[in-house]
């Protein structure tokens, strides 16, 4: 049942008096605020009792679905779980009510943990320096790129202007190059899913700025040409940027850095295991190789050996400038500061063994009913598509919503493009066997379901307030608050 806005349960005069009697001299407010801060009418504002709004909202949550609640297999979003002890340290008074404006002094600790999470993060990345600044990955994306472009003004180079990207790149890949003003060079991936060589030459120029890659790629698979594209782009005048959205799969194992890559962005709401989504905010950070450290944003936190006190250091005149009010998001950074911690060395290796392992578990389950248009093992995450299901007319879309009536989560769909009727799943390493297991069974009583009663799969969901949604006009055309006269 659809619950109601709590606009229409309103009923005039029903409210409580929350606030205590004025016990100072009252003041008009037109002496504390100028007109054109003032509201011309009255806020429409619900009148309800704390009772009526406490189940109202507790009613919503129960709607909600995330990882706390059942499977996310999202691929490409390495929707893991997030340990509750990440969230307590968090909120340790000495850094949650820490405030921006206080003296270096009096937040060493703070500082410290900074500059630890830079150290353990190049160390795992294989860059030289970091910034915790940016906000999120498309953020560190366009933190990263700023810094290409400053790399080659400094240099006098200004005709670098395109960027090149593989056509199974993120779509965030392309939008951070035109937002910074460069043209998209996109490249094709050969059968196999691997970029293609050939191609890739053929796009290198004295205007390369840079060419952006995920490894693995969105389609699971490791490039393991990456010492030739990196050969081909720097021998161009080029640099690599290094998409970090997936680094939950070689952790331990691979290193950006020692692939050849310049630049770096990791997630630190996916892959050490912050929220991220409704329930982040995010954090991406952006690792350099040396040559490219005098252009990172301003401050960044250093020490000094003489004494081993932390510092923010401002006396950069090659940066790129602030990206982000502050340092970043203070608190995603301490919850990822512990994560590392907790797993150490031989912990972040067992993660990204497992979320392999699992991802190929589920696929070697999946493949003889599903078609596996890429042979052989995924890393993270891998993509199938129901083309042996087509004679029944079902689609990508219905398997997804048939799923949610089992309650799962659908995973990703659609993408990458390259892929006719993509389902791009990934497990993660946290989940256990019953789980994989139990999802495909689930799966597999979804294609036989699309044999006998494809309307079954064709009208789902069934048991949501809301079944199938114009989701285009959804993500095109939000409409993110109720107004007046708008309706429920």
Known sequence: MMEKLIFTKSVAGRKEDYLPELDLPAVDISELLPPQLKRGERPHIPELSEIDVVRH????????????????????CTMKYNPKINED???LPGFSQLHPYQPEEYTQGALELMYTTQQYLAEIAGMDAFTLQPAAGAHGEFTGLLIIMAHHAARGDHKRTKVIVPDSS????????ALCGCSIVQIPSNEDGSVNLEALRAAVGEDTAALMLTNPSTLGLFETQILEIARIVHEAGGLLYYDGANMNAIMGYARPGDMG?????????KTFSTPHGGGGPGSGPVGVKA??????PKPVVARKEENGTYYLDYDRPHSIGKVKAFY????VVVKAYTYL???GREGLKEVS????????????????????????????????????????????????????DYGFHPPTVYFPLIVEEALMIEPTETENKETLDEFAKTLLKIAEEAKVNPGLLQEAPHITPVSRLDEAAAARKPVLRWRPGSGE
């Open 341 to 343: 911690i907790m797993m």
């Open 291 to 296: 040559f490219l450290e005098p252009y990172l």
């Open 328 to 331: 970043g998001n203070f608190g």
């Open 170 to 177: 993120h779509g965030t890949n392309p939008a951070t190059a």
């Open 261 to 269: 890559f310049d630049v770096v962005h990791l997630n630190l709401h």
């Open 89 to 91: 340290a968090a909120n």
């Open 353 to 404: 063994e497992k979320a392999v392992l699992n991802a190929n578990y589920l696929m070697s389950l999946l493949s003889p009913t599903y078609h596996q248009p890429f042979s052989g093992p995924c890393k993270h995450e891998f993509i199938i598509t129901p083309k042996t299901l087509k004679e029944t007319g079902i689609h990508t879309m219905d398997i997804a919503k048939r799923l949610i």
């Open 57 to 76: 909202y507790t009613r919503l949550s129960r709607l909600n679905y995330g990882v706390d609640t059942g499977f996310y297999p999202l691929g490409s």
